[in-house]
């Protein structure tokens, strides 16, 4: 049976603690896929004890299992931002098709531009990012290559924090951070470097991020997935597809420069 159902149905038979567990899931079920137990836990106001003994009471040997069961049920149950069921391969497709077609209308011609400019006429680039943006952070690093732009991409923060120190004016430093999740410490490295006059850029799907107000150009892009009832689309496809629109503005400036 669907996690939620079984938390409707048992919901009289838990204990005070297993309820306000079961109560801050029903309320937010997506919270399973990206929170911890702990974390869960303690927003609930209940125990790690409580949270696992439910999950037993459901039928499941643990939280781990819950949460599979739980993405499962979310993803089976997936509805577009009109809410309609998406039960099918064309429908996932229009739906991502929809959101790159946004694409034009949060970043503009001119915006491109000028952040193809800027790479174009930095004498060091570095590039940041962590987990998921780490991955679109080094894809962009690894075309920028490709491209004959030297740059250095990292997510460990020891070296972001060595780049901030050296970086001056001239160079330029590019920071995808979708939701400002990645690093708490984001906006004293930002500092540093406007300090010292290095160039920086955001990239990110939320435009009133605190970090905004300490760059030189900000990127907001599309989100796809909370525009949905479930984290099961990937926001980095959107980001992919605006590097690539970079890449062309890129290409076309070196190539000028040249």
């Not at 070296?159 to 160079?171: E, F, L, P, Q, T």
């Not at 590019?174 to 500092?191: N, P, S």
Request: charged residues 20%.
């Amino acid at each position: 049976m669907n996690p939620i159902e079984l938390l409707k149905n048992g919901f009289d038979g838990f204990t005070k603690s297993e309820q306000k567990a079961a109560a801050y899931i029903l309320n937010d079920p997506k919270a399973v896929l990206v929170e911890s137990l702990s974390v869960i836990a303690k927003k609930s106001g209940s125990s790690n004890a409580a949270l696992v003994r439910l999950c037993q009471k459901l039928g499941f040997r643990g939280f781990s299992e819950f949460q599979f069961s739980m993405h499962r049920a979310l993803i089976s149950h997936e509805t577009d931002p009109n809410g309609a069921r998406i039960d099918s391969m064309q429908g996932i497709l229009n739906l991502y098709t929809q959101y790159i077609n946004q694409l034009p209308s949060f970043v503009s011609q001119a915006e491109l531009a000028r952040m193809a400019q800027a790479i174009c006429e930095a004498n060091r680039i570095s590039i940041w990012g962590v987990n998921r943006t780490g991955q679109s952070a080094r894809q962009l690093s690894h075309r920028l290559g490709r491209l004959g732009i030297f740059n250095k991409m990292t997510d460990d923060f020891v070296v972001m924090i060595d780049d901030a120190s050296c970086m001056r004016k001239g160079d330029l430093c590019i920071l995808f951070t979708m939701f400002g999740r990645g690093r708490k410490d984001y906006d004293r490295m930002l500092a540093v470097l406007r300090e010292r006059g290095c160039q920086t850029i955001l990239v990110t799907m939320n435009p009133h991020l605190p970090l905004a107000r300490d760059v030189d150009q900000v990127i907001a892009l599309p989100c796809i997935s909370r525009s949905s009832t479930t984290n099961f689309f990937e926001d980095q496809i959107i980001v992919y597809l605006f590097i690539e629109l970079l890449l062309y503005e890129v290409a076309n400036r070196y190539t000028e420069k040249e």
